[in-house]
């Protein structure tokens, strides 16, 4: 049985069952939003096939990315050079029979290194037990070299191996990995949902993490609100100078700061983005629950002020900035072009 999960029962049951029957399929990708507990359920599956021991328990969970040293060992790769991070290619072993992957280097993207590092581990034979599991963490990442590298593994695996992969969408993975793998869909959980998981863990502002987590436990679990204000912050001026709220000057030091971090990525600054735009829009239709209720007057001015038009654009942009976070783009460079696109749409004295 898999135990101490939270959420997604029906992905569990499913899981469970092949594990009861002893009919696992070789590869299994899961899908669904970031943060649902995707990795988790892996690990959780892992300790069962592998019969882990508390001990081994404890390695496999020890490989969790989201845990305080391996975000170090990240943002520590980050800073060495291309080649010297090509030499080493990075993944996580503490228990010898389950091997996780995940992106790697600025740009965060699984490389064809990686993958042909798991091809040379996949021909090894268990340490012990009959089972190998390996984890690819946000194949969605992976580039088209090593897409294709992957897929040569998956066409012929060797029988002891069990290969789980996760990603967002599974459409953005190549039609043949798709084809080659057993997908199980992950969900969002209801706020309530997370709001529990929360006051187990005997985490502070469980509400409030659970409004933010929109709809992640992982998310609403690792949030730091400190750091998410000082994002919002920033993202409520730009969203205010791009509807004429607020003086275009005012979002020049922000912006200065936002480039000068090399620790702060845009993709940070988007995901608070994304959630701003779901209040404003909310709120223009008359909704009065959103995410962020202690800036609604602020998000309630802007959604006063501007069109459907202008709230649809605003989206577009984001998405657009999202699809170009793997191209390295100037974080300073994108947000004032979307601000300064979308203030054009909003008449002067509006």
Do not use: C
Not at 70 to 86: P, Y
Not at 158 to 178: C, G, S, V, W
Not at 319 to 325: A, F, H, I, K, S
Not at 338 to 345: G, K, P, T
């Amino acid at each position: 049985m898999i135990h101490n999960f939270h959420g997604n029962p029906e992905a569990v049951e499913t899981l469970t069952e092949m594990l009861a029957t002893d009919r696992i399929p070789q590869t299994i990708l899961l899908s669904g939003p970031s943060g649902v507990g995707k990795a988790t359920l892996v690990r959780r599956f892992a300790s069962v096939i592998l019969d882990a021991s508390p001990a081994d328990l404890a390695k496999i969970e020890n490989d969790d990315f989201f845990l305080p040293h391996n975000i170090e060992l990240l943002a520590e790769r980050e800073k060495l050079a291309s080649d010297k991070r090509s030499d080493d290619p990075f993944m996580l072993s503490t228990h010898a029979d389950f091997i996780s992957f995940a992106p790697d280097g600025p740009l965060r993207q699984i490389s064809i290194q990686q993958m042909r590092l798991l091809k040379d581990q996949a021909r090894l034979l268990p340490s012990r037990g009959k089972r190998r599991v390996f984890l690819i963490d946000q194949i969605d990442r992976a580039n088209e070299q090593a897409a294709n590298s992957l897929l040569k593994v998956l066409e012929e695996p060797p029988p002891h191996l069990l290969i789980f992969m996760t990603a967002e969408n599974p459409y953005d993975l190549l039609a043949t990995i798709r084809s080659r793998s057993v997908n199980l869909r992950m969900h969002r959980l209801a706020e309530t949902e997370i709001s529990s998981f929360l006051k187990e863990r005997g985490l502070d502002a469980p509400e409030r993490r659970a409004r933010l987590g929109n709809g992640s436990p992982g998310a609403a679990a690792t949030i730091d609100l400190e750091v998410f204000d000082k994002r919002r912050a920033s993202m409520l001026n730009l969203l205010e100078v791009a509807s004429r709220r607020a003086a275009f000057g005012s979002w020049i030091k922000n912006v200065e700061s936002i480039s000068a971090s090399k620790s702060e990525k845009l993709e940070y600054y988007l995901e608070v983005l994304f959630l701003l735009l779901e209040d404003i829009l909310l709120l223009a239709h008359g909704f009065e629950q959103i995410r962020n209720p202690d800036i609604a007057r602020q998000l309630k001015a802007i959604a006063d002020a501007v069109s459907l038009v202008w709230m649809r654009r605003a989206v577009q942009l984001t998405d657009e900035m999202v699809r170009l976070l793997r191209r390295n783009i100037q974080k300073g460079i994108a947000l004032d072009a979307f601000a300064i696109e979308l203030r054009d749409m909003v008449p002067v004295g509006a």
